[in-house]
């Protein structure tokens, strides 16, 4: 809660005061102009009236011009009573009868927002922090039909997003966010569209879940990694026993094959120096390898240097 209020007061002084005033060059020459001929008027007539009179006049003027910049407008009341919109630029207002009541800003806005301790549908808290860029598209029906539109805005997000948090599961909760965000989006623009605002996009931040839940989570995601690695290798296995499979229908009426690939098996065994090659005694009488063994032994007795012969 304290941090909601925390974005609500830091939205609202971003924005422009509705009643505060604001001085411009315009209404110093104003309040200036009439004091100067007021106290030449005193020192020609040695008169203190004139600036007395001169000193009213300003005050009175002063509060006559308004400027309100580009992104501004100014909603005017006369006695009270709206009569329209004001800038932007320079304008004049009836003193003590007209009114700026509000100044509406209608750039984008961005409000930060979030529903802490929110049960999903399947009965699990979470903190969801979000941010939403709004605009105001119509400054009367923001002046006139909601006390405070940006903090309405904000407390009709935060109830929009409980809202939706509570019907959403956790698992479409952190996979679909696209799809809430849009949906979020839609439910905060028909609640915001009859105070003339309208919104451009919400972001989810931050899904935030408990401890507990996050470490059983990642066991579980562990658990689905390991499942799919034993998988994947008893898929190669597979392939591998097919490719083996295969070979030895290519050797079965090719001995010549066979006993090039047995050499090439040897060479590849006894590359580099201490190797140790084991071969199975059937292979030894089936594909021929006994004096290919011999030379291999007598080969690797010259490369270590060693002077005991071979067994």
Not at 66 to 82: F, S
Not at 102 to 121: G, P
Not at 196 to 216: C, F, H, K, N, Y
Not at 247 to 265: F, G
Request: net charge negative; aromatic share 6%; proline share 5%.
């Amino acid at each position: 809660m304290g941090n909601i209020q925390q974005s609500l007061i830091d939205t609202r002084s971003n924005l422009p005061a509705p009643t505060a005033p604001r001085l411009n060059f315009v209404s110093v020459l104003a309040f200036l102009a009439p004091i100067a001929l007021g106290a030449l008027t005193t020192l020609w007539t040695l008169n203190p009236g004139g600036a007395i009179v001169g000193v009213l006049l300003g005050l009175l003027l002063a509060q006559s011009p308004k400027i309100a910049r580009q992104w501004e407008r100014a909603v005017i009341l006369r006695l009270g009573k709206y009569i329209g919109l004001r800038g932007p630029g320079l304008f004049w207002i009836i003193p003590f009868v007209d009114q700026v009541s509000a100044w509406i800003d209608q750039r984008v806005i961005t409000t930060a927002f979030a529903a802490e301790e929110t049960l999903t549908s399947d009965t699990v808290p979470v903190n969801v922090d979000a941010v939403l860029f709004w605009m105001v598209y119509d400054p009367e029906k923001a002046a006139l039909e909601v006390q405070n539109y940006p903090a309405a805005v904000s407390w009709a997000a935060q109830t929009a997003l409980r809202d939706i948090i509570g019907r959403t599961s956790l698992s479409d909760l952190l996979r679909g966010r696209e799809r809430i965000e849009d949906e979020l989006q839609k439910l905060i623009d028909e609640r915001s569209n009859p105070w003339g605002v309208t919104v451009q996009s919400v972001e989810m931040r931050d899904v935030i879940i408990p401890a507990s839940l996050q470490d059983a989570m990642s066991r579980e995601a562990q658990a689905a990694r390991e499942k799919a690695a034993r998988v994947i290798l008893a898929q190669a296995e597979v392939e591998i026993a097919s490719q083996f499979d295969k070979a030895a229908e290519s050797y079965r009426n090719n001995p010549t094959a066979l006993h090039l690939r047995a050499m090439n098996m040897l060479y590849e065994g006894l590359k580099e120096k201490g190797a140790l090659m084991l071969v199975p005694s059937s292979a030894v009488e089936s594909m021929g390898m006994g004096g290919l063994i011999g030379a291999a032994a007598l080969r690797q007795q010259k490369l270590t240097g060693s002077e005991d012969k071979p067994e």
